[in-house]
């Protein structure tokens, strides 16, 4: 026994057992780094560990067998029983294992300073829930639009719980062809439990069979089948509602008392018309928005009291608005959506949000705006859409750590949404917060590639950092074509490529769609004070809604200590910062 250890220790046998099991640590120290931020599948991790264990027996056979020696490989038994196999020398095995310690070291350094982008990542919490897309089981396709409807119906009702964490719409929906794992999906929208399903309808009648799933390790956790004659529809999202309550343990908040304030209509078409609607709205561009207002007027052409399609349809007004230049036009029609939608459903979050939105975005009454923006939030304190505005118009008055505080809530509430992640980027870009701001751009990007200004905060980021070529490639890859004329030109001045700077900002002026206030913000980054002032005033005279960033926008520093900025401030009359 004696001799065999021996001889395992002169074929070098132990170090080659050491210097595999160092380096199978360092891989997969590595890969629990590297494979979640590709978002790979956690059997990806699995095969990795079974392969180096493979490996492991075929690394110590082949050293048993075979020895690397100076003059190359040989076969062990080739090698003299009494030499000294000099290639894996002390030095040389020393050295293998303090470079491997210099990148576990790496590793470690890189965890630790990439450690705070995680408090985007949404938390578990017990009383919190997904409602995934219910499977159309009619089989006809046509259906798809009322096994959606009564999804959307769910997240409503559920909502109205008090103590229960509901994401949105916009979060869960992206789930609906059930790929990941529910394990993946809860990490992934910061939950503990699904609810997932299925509907039939057949003539008149329909089955739904809903399930709660506890998404840590997809064991069932309550079912049940409801059998309605298709008339009763829009009564069993409550039912349901109920059911999982109770199997929560939470408190129902309102739920009697919804029907005197439901947003849904009993109207089918009006419903499918709506839903059609809401995904353009989501796509987050003019072309869409533009779309969604042509169903959203079906709609309610169908169901003239439709407040859910009277609250987005104002909320999209506002934005086509300001994408064309058109508001003095449009937003007179986004304020009358809002107040008719709250004249329907006086206790409607997404109605109250709405018309909070117009008031303050549009009119720059902040006072007003804001009021109704925290109505909403107090009639559902989960809402997405009450988080998102509230979210959004919050920064503007210089309260940055609030305006934090809400962006994140409003990312936890539906953290999938583009238009929550793409806020906060402008939060923390604000704050100067650079490597969260990018991170969560980048993220924004990748769930909306065609929004409008999706490349924006990424730009600026790099610019402030030094990366002006970073900056360019950022900028030219903006889907929207006005806001790509003036991340270019910020781009090209930052390279110091002053000839395609000034090409860059006359097409601007040029075809720049009402960007008034972003020529500004290029003037004075360039240091041209004059035709920077010149801008803000035409900004301030065209009711520019980018002048709502006056008071935060770092792109105007050079001009902050002017009397002229100082006049401005107060024609805006932004309300006293507490």
């Known amino acids: ?51 180096l264990g ?10 048993w067998a075979f020895e690397m020696t100076p003059e190359g490989m040989k076969r062990t038994s080739d090698i003299s029983p009494d030499e000294v196999i000099p290639y894996w020398s002390k030095r040389k095995f020393a ?18 300073l990439r450690a705070p982008r995680l408090a985007i990542t949404p938390k578990s919490d017990n009383k919190s829930i997904a409602v995934l897309p219910l499977l159309n089981e009619s089989g006809d396709p046509k259906d798809e639009y009322f096994s959606d409807g009564l999804s959307e119906e769910l997240i409503a009702a559920l909502a109205q719980i ?33 609810l997932e399903g299925t509907v039939r309808k057949q003539g008149e009648r329909v089955r739904i069979v809903a399930e709660l799933i506890n998404a840590a390790d997809g064991i069932e956790l ?72 042509g169903y959203f007027d079906q709609a309610i052409a169908l169901d003239p009291e439709y407040a859910l399609a009277y609250a987005e349809r104002s909320e999209a007004w506002t934005l086509v608005g300001d994408s064309t230049g058109e508001g003095k036009t449009l937003w007179p029609k986004a304020r009358s959506d809002g107040e008719k939608a709250v004249s329907i459903a006086p206790a409607l979050a997404e109605a109250h949000a709405a018309l909070g939105w117009v008031r303050f975005f549009t009119e720059w009454k902040f006072a007003e705006g804001l009021s109704e923006l925290k109505r909403a939030k107090e009639l559902s304190p989960a809402n997405p859409t009450a ?35 793409n806020n906060l980027a402008r939060i ?87 960007l008034d206030y972003q020529v500004a913000q290029v003037y004075a980054v360039r240091g041209e004070k004059e035709k920077a002032f010149q801008w803000l005033q035409i900004a301030f005279d065209n009711h520019d809604t980018g002048m709502l960033a006056l008071l935060v926008d770092p792109l105007l520093g050079s001009l902050s200590d002017d009397p002229r900025y100082k006049n401005l401030l107060a024609r805006m009359a932004f309300p006293a910062t507490s």
């Open 95 to 112: 050295t293998l294992i303090i470079g491997v310690a210099v990148i576990a070291a790496g590793l470690l350094a890189f965890q630790l």
């Open 162 to 194: 008090k103590d229960l964490k509901v994401i949105g719409r916009s979060s869960s929906f992206r789930f609906k062809e059930r790929k990941d794992e529910s394990k993946t999906i809860g990490e992934k929208l910061g939950v503990a439990t699904l």
């Open 1 to 51: 026994m004696n001799d065999f250890f021996a001889e395992l220790r002169r074929r070098n046998v132990y170090k080659v057992a050491v210097a595999y099991a160092v380096i199978s640590w360092l891989l997969i120290q590595a890969a629990s780094i590297l494979l979640p931020t590709f978002e790979a599948p956690p059997w990806v991790m699995k095969v990795l560990v079974v392969l």
């Open 222 to 293: 309550w079912t049940r089948t409801f059998d309605r004659e298709l008339k009763d529809i829009f009564a069993v999202q409550q039912e349901i509602a109920a059911a999982v309550a109770s199997s929560l343990k939470v408190t129902l908040l309102g739920l009697d008392e919804r029907s005197s304030a439901n947003p849904a209509t009993k109207n089918t078409e009006a419903h499918n018309a709506y839903l059609l609607g809401h995904y353009h709205f989501q796509r987050r561009n003019l072309e869409d928005y533009r779309k969604a207002v």
């Open 387 to 421: 988080n998102d505005l509230l979210a959004r118009v919050i920064v503007y008055l210089g309260r940055l750590g609030e305006a934090e505080k809400q962006g994140r809530q409003a990312v936890e509430s539906d953290p999938l949404a583009y238009a929550a992640q």
């Open 428 to 514: 923390l870009w604000y704050e100067g917060k650079l490597d969260e701001a990018d991170a969560v751009a980048r993220k924004a990007a990748k769930l909306q590639p065609t929004g409008a200004a999706s490349r924006r905060w990424q730009v600026l980021v790099a610019i402030q950092r030094g990366d002006n070529e970073t900056a360019l490639r950022e900028a030219q890859s903006e889907p929207d074509e006005s806001y790509r004329r003036f991340e270019i030109a910020l781009a090209q001045y930052a390279r110091g490529d002053r000839k395609a700077a000034d090409a860059a900002l006359a097409d601007l002026i040029a075809n720049g769609r009402g």
């Open 54 to 63: 493979l490996g492991f027996v075929i690394a110590v056979f082949i050293s």
